[in-house]
């Protein structure tokens, strides 16, 4: 069975840092291109990170440069999302998704509120 499930999550005050985690199970982690997504409410769901599978290449969107850090350890099935400097316009859902060709897997969010 194909688990993402996300952690970290919470509320912190502006110019603060979380540290999210995404733990992975029922699939081969590592052949797995992984990503973190956010949903803020009534917008769309975008792209917020990505690393390749052995972590080789990484990308950002432009609004996360320099302050969050994509990771992944692939003995333990896991991918990071180190955020810091974090900004209330970054308040949202936070979603990790596994990518392998054209399978995909989601897991369930985990909600991350800035606000003083």
């Known amino acids: 069975q194909v688990q993402l499930v996300e952690s970290g999550g919470g509320l912190v005050q502006p110019g603060g840092s979380l540290r999210l985690s995404c733990a992975a199970s029922?699939?081969?982690?590592?052949?797995?291109?992984m990503s973190w997504y956010r949903q803020a409410p009534g917008k769309e769901r975008e792209l917020v990170a990505a690393?390749?599978?052995?972590?080789?290449?990484?990308n950002y969107a432009d609004s996360v440069k320099g302050r969050f850090t994509i990771s992944r350890d692939d003995a333990k099935n896991t991918v990071y999302l180190q955020m810091n400097s974090l900004k209330p316009e970054d308040t949202a859902m936070y979603y990790c998704?596994?990518?392998?060709?054209?399978?995909?897997?989601w897991g369930q969010g985990t909600q991350v509120t800035v606000s003083s």
């Open positions: 998704k596994a990518r392998y060709f054209v399978t995909a897997y």
């Open positions: 029922g699939f081969t982690f590592s052949n797995y291109g």
């Open positions: 690393i390749t599978s052995a972590g080789g290449t990484t």
